[in-house]
């Protein structure tokens, strides 16, 4: 069954640091992910998707397929990123949209 | 478009009650799901639908927890004799097609008293 980790429950970091919120994944096919965000008392919402190679309100995302990995990036963090993250791999077959467990990001200024 | 919606936004219930909770999917979706989020414990999966056959149910927490969806559209999720532990925000979502993503609903807040 693929699974996704999202190692990180809670990350903190300052307004104009770098972010990296990492992801893992296990998955036995040619794999695509995405990264959904929650804003404060907004739905969920796709941020972004790896096939896209798009970078959404200054976020990236890699796959490292070496690794298993798929880590979302930012060079320089601003408040209005603080929000719950979500690394996700999409329903394939019988397999179902899979979420990691998220990681809660707050960006101090 | 509509996206996918749910009813109803809140729902406070005493402990022992049923509750129904629905779902609308974006139409022409085929995938269903329904996810559970409750303060600190991030997603949790319930149920996924692929039209109106479940092939996932691994997620219910118990038997008091059921779903059904007809005509490969609405989808209502029933807790039956609710406990405090069943109070969270549960979220649905919807999906075509593989690798597509999906398309969240705004969650029903359940709280048990």
């Known amino acids: 069954a693929q699974r996704v980790t999202q190692p990180e429950k809670l990350l903190s970091v300052f307004k104009g640091a770098p972010v990296e919120l990492k992801c893992n994944y296990s998955y036995s096919g040619s794999p695509e992910l995405f990264w959904y965000v929650q804003y404060s008392r907004q739905r969920l919402q796709l941020l972004l998707r790896?096939?896209s190679r798009e970078s959404i309100k200054g976020f990236t995302a890699d796959l490292n397929k070496g690794e298993t990995s798929f880590h979302l990036k930012k060079p320089f963090a601003q408040e209005e990123d603080s929000a719950m993250y979500y690394c996700?791999?999409?329903?394939?077959?019988?397999?179902?949209?899979?979420f990691g467990t998220g990681t809660r990001l707050t960006i101090i200024p | 478009g509509a996206g996918v919606s749910q009813s109803p936004s809140n729902k406070v219930t005493e402990k022992g009650k049923d509750v129904e909770l629905r779902c609308d999917p974006i139409?022409?979706?085929?995938?269903l799901y329904w996810y559970r989020q409750s303060l600190g414990q991030g997603l949790e999966f319930l149920i996924y639908?692929?039209?109106?056959?479940?092939?996932?149910k691994s997620g219910l927490p118990s038997d008091r927890f059921s779903a059904e969806r007809t005509g490969g559209s609405v989808s209502t999720l029933t807790i039956q004799r609710t406990q405090q532990e069943d109070s969270a925000v549960y979220l649905c979502?919807?999906?075509?097609?593989?690798?597509?993503?999906?398309?969240f609903g705004p969650g029903t807040r359940l709280t048990v008293l």
């Open positions: 979502a919807s999906s075509y097609g593989l690798a597509a993503k999906g398309y």
């Open positions: 790896h096939i």
């Open positions: 639908f692929q039209g109106n056959s479940a092939p996932d």
């Open positions: 996700a791999l999409p329903p394939f077959g019988n397999e179902k949209l899979t």
């Open positions: 139409s022409g979706h085929t995938a």
